[in-house]
């Protein structure tokens, strides 16, 4: 972390878990166990959950972001939610292009632009996700393909609207696996994409912008990856499903 130049953020990716009822009972155990925490903290919940957590983090530090939003405003998408339907919410956070969508729902590179440009319209701050399959690894095509990722995402993004914009680097073979890219490897990657987006823009611009890591990110290593230079927080996911585990992570990004 840098946090001189720009800032930490912890994000807790939900995914599909989590009721209404359950997740009102997590934030609450969460919110004091993160209070006044030296860098943001997010948590991205299910759409059913949005209403409740919204609610739950009245008066906290922690914001609230969807896990997905349709690049559309409104039509006959039976099932989507629009990025201005999450506004009205009052979300303020979204992820974008996440591994699993990108393989389980037909997310490509040219959909993934089309979401972060109406986040971006709507107001939102899009936590955009890049990483590589490890049969890509395997074949040493990470930076490029990370770097095509990022290049697309960005397409139409003016520098001023980049502040709106966070980047996770998460290797979709560390997601949920168990595996963590070592400290060395995700700073490696979250570097290469700092170097894309000061080519694309320019240097303070990348200097200025949050990557983080997110494949596996937990308790035990979260200090030692937000030791690296080029990694600004996380993107968490099991992690952020235990309130006291999601906090010793905070803790470490409070540093």
């Not at 107001?123 to 095509?148: F, P």
């Amino acid at each position: 972390m840098n946090k001189k130049v720009r800032k930490a953020v912890i994000a807790g990716n939900w995914k599909m878990n989590k009721t209404p009822a359950e997740a009102k009972v997590l934030v609450e155990e969460m919110a004091p166990l993160v209070k006044g925490a030296d860098c943001g903290v997010v948590v991205c919940v299910p759409y059913v959950d949005l209403c409740t957590v919204l609610d739950a983090v009245k008066g906290t530090n922690i914001e609230v972001g969807a896990e997905n939003c349709h690049w559309e405003k409104s039509g006959a998408y039976t099932g989507e939610i629009s990025a201005d339907m999450l506004v009205s919410m009052g979300v303020q956070y979204v992820i974008i292009g996440h591994s699993e969508r990108r393989t389980y729902f037909g997310d490509t590179d040219v959909t993934v632009q089309k979401r972060v440009r109406a986040a971006l319209d709507a107001g939102l701050t899009v936590i955009l996700c890049v990483g590589e399959y490890l049969e890509q690894r395997e074949q040493g095509i990470t930076d490029e393909l990370v770097a095509m990722q990022t290049k697309i995402a960005l397409g139409g993004v003016s520098k001023q609207e980049l502040s709106k914009i966070i980047i996770a680097y998460e290797p979709v073979w560390a997601i949920g696996t168990g595996k963590t890219a070592t400290a060395e490897q995700a700073n490696e990657v979250c570097s290469v994409i700092r170097g894309v987006v000061a080519g694309l823009y320019d240097n303070a611009a990348a200097d200025a912008l949050t990557i983080q890591y997110g494949g596996s990110m937990n308790a035990k290593n979260a200090e030692e990856l937000l030791d690296q230079p080029d990694v600004d927080g996380g993107l968490i996911g099991g992690a952020s499903l235990k309130a006291a585990d999601f906090s010793v992570i905070v803790k470490a990004a409070s540093r």
